[in-house]
């Protein structure tokens, strides 16, 4: 499988980046961490923004950085989208996107009708960006770093300049990319929701260090390390709708080991999704459970057993065929139920969120 291979080591006043990685070269990787952690420091090296004294940088076995070689940024075959779009004010939107076209070079990879039609932009394009909401000139800032024909996609937190509103408006396009196209994507973020959402593969970055790196699911389900994506730690599903209750309007998503019911939504069976359960939301018991509020009670085996932060408390992973999922249990119900790696138990499931 295509991958990148990326080695960087630069020292700035009061700031270090020392990384080394191997990240896929298809599918979204997530550059995950808080303000100040290197994410966009490691994007810009990628991108050749920045020249790190020490660095090394391998795109599907071309080189584009080493110790003799330095392939410079507008010779790199990427498209780079900034928080703010960055459009030609005196341009028009189709005028922005032909400028991205005349940097391409060779085979395009999206045709221009294909972004547009992508990102939703066909009905804007003879518009100027000062009449665009902000969402829709992120739309168009994305449909012109695709027109470069790019053969990698670097994004730097497209989303954090925009309201709420907004970026729940925009989501649904960069999932058509995530789905649509054949580009590896790497994707900087702090938020939580969106790297739940996009991402396939994540790294977590601190103090310019990668603290973990691996694909999305089994990295939130590790408890040696747990990573809190936001209020709590958690694992995500891959799932696909299966049936729709219309009486008691519940939804019930499969996975790879069980099923799941949450609130019912406007989707059709056999439609793919990605569902978060928290581990505050999981609850253990030896033999099943009577009668009970809780919906969605599924057989499992304890995988392995490891502390939380505070000393009262552990943090349970489960087997559920090949999916997997944490619980969070007081040392003393964890001693008393017998909790240990092997351990067959009833797992109980009281909320999941599906990510949309």
């Given at each position: 499988m295509p991958e990148i291979a990326a080695r960087f080591k630069l020292d700035w006043p009061g700031f270090s980046l020392d990384v080394d990685l191997h990240l896929p070269g298809k599918g979204v990787t997530a550059l995950f961490g808080h303000s100040g952690s290197g994410k966009t420091t490691l994007l810009r090296c990628i991108a050749g923004l920045e020249r790190p004294a020490h660095g090394r940088l391998v795109f599907n076995d071309r080189t584009w950085q080493d110790a003799g070689t330095w392939l410079p940024t507008h010779r790199r075959p990427i498209g780079y989208v900034f928080q703010e779009a960055s459009l030609f004010p005196h341009l028009s939107v189709l005028g922005n996107l032909e400028y991205g076209r005349q940097?391409?070079?060779?085979?395009?990879?999206?045709?221009?009708?294909?972004?547009?039609?992508?990102?939703?932009?066909?009905?804007?394009?003879?518009?100027?960006?000062?009449?665009?909401?902000?969402?829709?000139?992120?739309?168009?800032?994305i449909a012109r770093a695709l027109a470069v024909s790019p053969e990698i996609l670097l994004m730097d937190e497209p989303l954090a300049a925009l309201d709420l509103k907004r970026k729940q408006e925009i989501l649904p396009y960069l999932e058509r990319l995530h789905d649509q196209l054949d580009i590896p994507v790497i994707y900087v973020s702090h938020a939580p929701d969106e790297v739940a959402r996009l991402a396939d593969h994540l790294v977590v970055l601190d103090a310019g260090r990668v603290i973990t790196a691996g694909p999305l699911a089994e990295t939130l389900a590790r408890i040696d390390l747990p990573i809190r994506l936001g209020e709590d730690v958690g694992v995500v599903l891959e799932a696909t709708v299966?049936?729709?209750?219309?009486?008691?309007?519940?939804?019930?998503?499969?996975?790879?080991?069980?099923?799941?019911?949450?609130?019912?939504?406007?989707?059709?069976?056999?439609?793919?999704?990605?569902?978060?359960?928290?581990?505050?939301?999981?609850?253990?018991?030896?033999?099943?459970?009577g009668p009970s509020s809780i919906q969605n009670i599924l057989p499992a085996t304890v995988d392995a057993v490891g502390p939380d932060e505070h000393p009262g408390l552990l943090l349970v992973r489960v087997a559920l065929g090949e999916s997997r999922l944490v619980a969070r249990l007081t040392r003393r119900s964890a001693e008393q139920l017998g909790i240990v790696a092997g351990r067959p138990v009833h797992v109980q499931v009281k909320s999941v969120a599906l990510m949309e």
């Open positions: 940097r391409s070079a060779g085979t395009a990879r999206v045709a221009l009708d294909q972004a547009v039609a992508l990102l939703g932009i066909d009905h804007l394009l003879q518009r100027k960006p000062d009449s665009l909401s902000g969402g829709e000139r992120q739309r168009v800032g299966d049936h729709i209750d219309e009486t008691w309007q519940l939804m019930r998503v499969t996975f790879p080991g069980g099923s799941l019911w949450t609130r019912a939504r406007d989707l059709p069976p056999g439609r793919r999704v990605r569902v978060r359960v928290l581990a505050r939301d999981v609850s253990l018991a030896i033999d099943e459970p």
